[in-house]
């Protein structure tokens, strides 16, 4: 399974709304090894609407 800190830089970018940004780079800095079942939510939707986005074009 790939780590949540790969997939939180997957995600990031400099275009992303202020508090999107900020609660990716929170969650990198979690001193845990999981995230809770809201972050895997937030982060699964993250990665969704940035495929979504991608194919879009």
């Known amino acids: 399974m790939q780590s949540f800190?790969?997939?939180i830089s997957r995600v990031y970018s400099s275009g992303?709304?202020?508090s999107v940004q900020k609660f990716?780079?929170?969650s990198g800095k979690l001193n845990r090894a999981y995230l809770t079942a809201l972050e895997e939510k937030l982060l699964?939707?993250?990665e969704s609407e940035l495929h979504n986005k991608e194919s879009w074009g």
């Open 24 to 26: 990716l780079e929170s």
């Open 16 to 18: 992303l709304e202020q």
């Open 44 to 46: 699964s939707l993250l």
């Open 5 to 7: 800190s790969d997939r």
